[in-house]
T-cell receptor, first 114, second 110 residues
Framework: DVKVTQSSRYLVKRTGEKVFLECVQD?????MFWYRQDPGLGLRLIYF???????EKGDIPEGYSVSREKKERFSLILESASTNQTSMYLC?????????????FGPGTRLTVT | GQNIDQPTEMTATEGAIVQINCTYQ??????LFWYQQHAGEAPTFLSY????GLEEKGRFSSFLSRSKGYSYLLLKELQMKDSASYLC???????????FGTGTRLLVSP
């Protein structure tokens, strides 16, 4: 079974802090994704990585950066957390050459910025 | 680009049948996904349709009409545990990413 894990289920940070969210997958997937999910807005893609050190901006990259130094690990960084970044953050991974584009999700990190 | 529409919320009674619709507009089509997401949890894969027609998996079935840009998820013999959000998604033009609808929140009552 594919397993995608995230470093924290719940996180509370203060405005201005630098925040790191970690995601690890154990299925050797090339693609990894970071989403945020807010009521009424659905899942929105922040960043996408298709290989080690390769990244692509999603729909809402402002205020975020990412790092992918190893294939299994994809980190989301909030350089200076703000209250409007309070949200549920979901990591996902996929194997692009299997003929489907199914994404496997981690359990999510609920981040509160105060 | 892609555009996906689904109803925001639906209610149904335990034991009943419910149909959740999804319409999409996409410049290139390569299948449609349905995911289930319980409150506070991660989305989990339900189905993937790439050809027209109905695919059945136990109590859940998914239908696709590519010519109409339309899909539905059919849930039979509803149970309380089916209360969740149901997300419709299609691959984007490059097929590497998924574009998600905002989800349909289903509430099953006794």
């Amino acid at each position: 079974d594919v397993k995608v894990t995230q470093s924290s289920r719940y996180l509370v940070k203060r405005t201005g802090e630098k925040v790191f969210l970690e995601c690890v997958q154990d299925m050797d997937h090339e693609n990894m994704f970071w989403y945020r999910q807010d009521p009424g807005l659905g899942l929105r893609l922040i960043y996408f990585s298709y290989d080690v050190k390769m990244k692509e901006k999603g729909d809402i990259p402002e205020g975020y950066s990412v790092s992918r130094e190893k294939k299994e690990r994809f980190s989301l960084i909030l350089e200076s957390a703000s209250t409007n970044q309070t949200s549920m953050y979901l990591c996902a991974s996929s194997f692009p050459d299997r003929g489907t584009y199914e994404q496997y999700f981690g359990p999510g990190t609920r981040l509160t910025v105060t | 680009g892609q555009n996906i529409d689904q109803p925001t919320e639906m209610t149904a009674t335990e034991g009943a049948i419910v149909q959740i619709n999804c319409t999409y507009q996409t410049s290139g089509f390569n299948g449609l996904f349905w995911y289930q997401q319980h409150a506070g949890e991660a989305p989990t894969f339900l189905s993937y349709n790439v050809l027209d027609g109905l695919e059945e998996k136990g109590r859940f079935s998914s239908f696709l009409s590519r010519s109409k840009g339309y899909s539905y998820l059919l849930l039979k013999e509803l149970q309380m545990k089916d209360s969740a959000s149901y997300l419709c998604a299609v691959p984007n033009t490059g097929f590497q990413k998924l574009v998600f609808g905002t989800g349909t929140r289903l509430l099953v009552s006794p």
